[in-house]
């Protein structure tokens, strides 16, 4: 059996930021891009150039656990 998907490339940019940081913890956020590239066989079967991702990761990090 043939797979139906291919994926040619995958870009990725993405930041980071301390929001709070302190002596015993801190609070970050990220957000991160991610767009997937499929082979021309998938793009014409599905009619999709490209496959866009967003994420977003809101953390608290406890530095004396």
Known sequence: ???HRYLLAEQ???MSL???RAAYGKIDGTLL????I???KW????AVDAIDAWQFE???KLLTW
């Open 12 to 14: 990725e940019i993405g």
């Open 33 to 36: 891009w991610r767009r997937y």
């Open 18 to 20: 301390d929001i709070y």
């Open 38 to 40: 499929p082979d021309h």
């Open 43 to 46: 793009q014409n079967l599905y």
């Open 1 to 3: 059996d043939e797979p």
């Open 58 to 60: 809101l953390g608290l």
